[in-house]
């Protein structure tokens, strides 16, 4: 696209000018004294604009006295503005300035909930602080960024170096900042680029956390190598497992992201929506190096759109030629359920002349579930379902200049249980053009997305003492407090049974069996109810060998997602006599399987216990669910995932289910007695039953010879109530 | 430090002529580096430059000059640091401007400012609104565009007639002010 000279310094200030339009303006300068007039005039307004909004900005935050003492402390451009224009002040500002010192700054403060014991500016020197209460993050140079939690007390003393006497710090060092060095009164930690987390208590005891990465750890001239989820006491030699919630934590780019998002050649480009997270699928492409006038915005190859279909309602009459990718984050899930998550998708397109009526679009979609599932996910992206969690998108229509690329982006906020995101990127022309009219003129080019998670502080720990009792009396409890259930984080050791009696509403995470090889049980009592919301997880047996129970005698009430055994743990959920009420909520039993096939998950319905849930997976491993005696109602139950064997067995009772999924494990469904009732949505036959879609899938009973099948209707739904023949 | 009093005139002295001077500066820095945030922060570092270096400044030579140096070597300074490629003015275009702007005018000073102000009531309420959504909330168009659900273009193009509707305004409000100021 030639743009002239006025509408490239339009796109100028607006910062829109890519390298070559860079050029071309520069050139324009440098040639001719009244394109550099017209250019000063233009930067005039805008330069004018950017003060009177500014000087707002003052007037707006004048009442708070701690931004005064900000804006003072510091000059920017709108104190200099507002006091070198209403020519008041001068003396002022020179008399706050630091006066004769050009050294540069230690740190930035990019974040600051906290309160000070001093006032500070926006920029921190070399020197002594204190943090009170409160969360601020700090930047050092591009490669570190620090969260430090109050109370703290911490010296700067260049960038590489920060001594802490007191408080939790928590660090993000990239490459550029690796050497990154805390010292601590008993020995230092040395950044290996990588995450972890120092506190020094008022003690004086030290310990120092890896969430990810490196890190050495320098005491009484000895160096120790930390890695990757490990922790230690300084003045021990035992490693134990970190704990990142008991840091605060800075906000960092996660680890995840498209791969083969700037299609250069030799890229494998997949056909049909991916069944698997990070590759590209969809309708025919290719990678060019180049076509007619367009070339790639980077790098050595673009995309190609090739070929199209017929697209859905909100586009009728156009054909879109789409592609996907997967993006898992369930390794994510604990930033991702606090909420914490924001996602930005963007790429650059560009067409041929003479492709009329063409748009162009990113969406991302947010999904609970299995990633496997996506194109029945996405093919009901325009009705409401439990498994979509958030949605956006954005178009434009592609100018005709095959010199310029214009660029799309959309974003939001992850959602709490979110699984995985979809990313589709399409080119769409009417149709009019026939859908067999070429469709080789649309182009792709740079895509990203970049998911960042915020900064926030440490969540309190309330650890259950491990002595039988009522979860009310405070002796049972760390600092011998009973948690505040909208604050903690709470989690349940020991083989005493914690009791809950009353009524108990939580917020934060609920770890039952957290550390490895540990035992933990909660009981509801009979008139007892927990209701579990919010952010955070709710989990029964955590880690390697861990062994949870959770006993359900009362109501147990939970809205977002519920771990059966997570990581190799053996763990049981026992409805014996109560209810649990899981809502549209998500239950995951043996949810990692990946270490080996030993996580053995339990859900037990028994003494007429009631279930209602929005989906029930038996993802990995050894995981059953049984009905011994009472009732289930479940959304969606899926059998089986990838490894191990998956359990159903039905005794006296009623399970109803809406939709029936199996995966490429193992699975059985036993009937256990003729009074088993499985009631199937939808009309079913024998030879459908027999014939049900899992790989090694099997309906079975002791002596089943067949089945009694009858139609119904429930709430408007249609039912198969199934009930077994046993044989003589 | 014996020479305290003299060091602190000559350090007072040369921070009134930057305070006399800075809507020049604003106005050079922000011309290479659009994006006021970007531009605050190198005005704040020649503030520390100029002040630590105020000694090396003659009393009556040309200040101007002076400072318009030093600025234009901390942004060169910043781009290079930052390998800024795109939305990027050459050097040679920087000399340049950095020349004119020591004979320009003082840049946007409380006259121009106030006109601005009375312009900006008269402004249609679409381009005011894109007036404020990139300079009061900072969005880029692409995100105004997001925002509104417009074509990224359809926002440079409102974008540069309101910019274009004000500088006129703001020439005839300087020229022929309706209204004294008072």
């Not at chain 1, 007619?292 to 030629?321: C, N, T, W, Y």
């Not at chain 1, 409890?477 to 809950?500: C, F, M, S, Y």
Request: net charge negative; aromatic share 6%.
């Amino acid at each position: 696209m030639k743009l002239e000279l006025k509408d490239l310094i339009e796109r100028y200030l607006s910062e829109g000018l890519d390298e070559e339009q860079s050029q071309e303006l520069s050139m324009l300068l440098e040639r001719s004294p009244e394109a550099r007039a017209e250019f000063r005039a233009l930067t005039k307004v805008h330069v004018s604009l950017a003060d009177h909004f500014a000087e707002d900005d003052i007037a707006r935050f004048a009442p708070i006295s701690s931004s005064i003492e900000r804006a003072k402390s510091v000059v920017t451009l709108r104190s200099i503005a507002v006091l070198a224009a209403l020519f008041v002040g001068l003396l002022a500002i020179i008399s706050v300035l630091p006066r004769g010192s050009a050294e540069k700054p230690i740190a930035e403060i990019v974040q600051d909930e906290a309160e000070w014991s001093g006032p500070i500016g926006a920029f921190l020197d070399k020197g002594r602080y204190e943090i009170l209460t409160g969360l601020a993050e700090l930047k050092i140079g591009p490669g570190v960024s620090l969260a430090i939690e109050g109370p703290a007390l911490f010296r700067l003393v260049d960038r590489h170096r920060i001594e802490v006497s007191r408080g939790r710090i928590a660090a993000n060092v990239t490459e550029s900042g690796k050497g990154f060095t805390v010292v601590t009164p008993l020995g230092e930690i040395i950044d290996l680029g990588t995450r972890f987390g120092v506190r020094v208590d008022d003690d004086g005891s030290c310990e120092a956390h890896v969430f990810e990465g490196e890190i050495d750890l320098v005491q009484g001239g000895k160096s120790q190598r930390l890695s990757d989820t490990e922790a230690l006491r300084l003045g021990e030699t035992v490693p134990f497992e970190s704990d990142p919630e008991a840091f605060p934590m800075p906000s960092h780019r996660l680890s995840a992201g498209l791969n083969g998002a700037d299609f250069e050649p030799g890229m494998s480009l997949g056909s049909g929506m991916p069944t698997l997270p990070g590759v590209w699928g969809g309708d025919t492409s290719e990678i060019v190096p180049g076509f007619g006038e367009i070339q790639p915005r980077a790098g050595d190859g673009m995309l190609r759109f090739i070929a199209a279909h017929a697209v859905d309602r909100e586009l009728q009459g156009h054909v879109a030629s789409e592609l996907w990718q997967i993006v898992d984050l369930r390794s994510f899930a604990n930033r991702v359920n606090a909420g914490e998550v924001r996602a930005r998708l963007s790429a650059h397109f560009n067409r041929l002349p003479g492709t009329a009526n063409s748009q162009f679009a990113v969406s991302m979609m947010a999904f609970r579930g299995d990633p496997r599932e996506t194109s029945f996910y996405w093919n009901r992206k325009n009705e409401t379902t439990s498994e979509r969690l958030a949605s956006s998108s954005s178009s434009l229509q592609a100018d005709e200049e095959p010199e310029t690329w214009e660029q799309l982006r959309t974003g939001f906020v992850v959602p709490a249980g979110t699984d995985f995101l979809v990313v589709n990127l399409f080119a769409t022309q009417n149709a009019s053009q026939g859908s067999e009219a070429p469709f080789g003129g649309h182009f792709l080019d740079q895509a990203s997305l970049v998911l960042t998670a915020e900064a926030r502080p440490s969540i309190p720990k309330s650890v259950w003492l491990g002595e039988a009792g009522d979860w009310r009396k405070s002796n049972h409890w760390t600092e011998g407090v009973v948690p505040d259930p909208q604050r903690d984080h709470i989690v349940i050791l020991g083989d005493g049974t914690a009791e809950i009696g009353g009524e108990i509403q939580l917020k934060q995470s609920l770890i039952i069996a957290k550390d490895r090889n540990s035992q933990g049980h909660l009981l509801i009592k009979k008139g007892g109810r927990l209701s579990k919301s919010g952010y955070g997880n709710l989990v029964v047996g955590y880690n390697e060998g861990a062994e949870g129970i959770l006993t359900i005698q009362g109501i147990f009430e939970s809205r977002e997602e519920v771990y059966i055994g997570r990581n190799n743990a053996k763990s049981l959920v026992d409805i014996d006599g109560g209810t649990w009420e899981a809502g549209d909520g998500v239950i995951r039993m043996a949810q990692y399987g990946d270490r080996g096939p030993d996580t053995d998950a339990r859900l037990l319905i028994r003494n007429g216990g009631r279930l209602t849930v929005g989906r029930l997976g038996l993802v990995h491993d050894l995981a059953t669910f049984e009905i011994e005696n009472g009732e289930a109602e479940v959304g969606v139950l899926q059998i089986g995932g990838d490894n191990g064997k998956a359990e159903v067995r039905l005794g006296i009772g009623k399970l109803q289910v809406e939709q029936l999924r199996f995966g490429a494990s193992n699975g059985e469904f036993v009937f256990e007695k003729e009074d088993s009732e499985l009631w199937l949505a939808g009309k079913w036959t024998v030879a459908l039953l027999r014939d049900l879609p899992g790989a090694n899938w099997k309906f079975q009973s002791r002596d089943l010879t067949d089945f009694h099948l009858e139609f119904g209707e429930n709430n408007g739904v249609e039912f198969t109530r199934i009930r077994p023949k046993l044989g003589p | 430090m014996s020479d305290s009093s003299s060091s602190g005139d000559q350090t007072t002295h040369v921070q009134q002529l930057f305070v006399k001077h800075v809507a020049l500066l604003k106005h050079f820095v922000i011309s290479l580096l659009p994006n006021p945030s970007e531009a605050e922060d190198i005005v704040q570092e020649v503030f520390l430059v100029i002040t630590a270096k105020a000694h090396d400044f003659e009393p009556g030579t040309n200040f101007k000059a002076w400072l318009l140096t030093i600025a234009r070597f901390k942004v060169l300074e910043h781009l290079r640091r930052e390998k800024r490629t795109a939305n990027r003015l050459s050097d040679t275009a920087i000399d340049l401007l950095a020349a004119d702007m020591e004979d320009a005018d003082s840049g946007p000073d409380p006259a121009t400012l106030r006109a601005l102000s009375k312009c900006l009531n008269k402004l249609a309420p679409k381009p005011k609104l894109m007036v404020e959504l990139q300079y009061r909330e900072g969005l880029k168009p692409a995100a105004i565009a997001e925002k509104l659900e417009w074509e990224a273009n359809a926002v440079y193009v409102a974008l540069s007639r309101a910019r274009s509707g004000l500088r006129k305004c703001i020439e005839r409000q300087m020229n022929h002010p309706l209204v004294q100021p008072e």
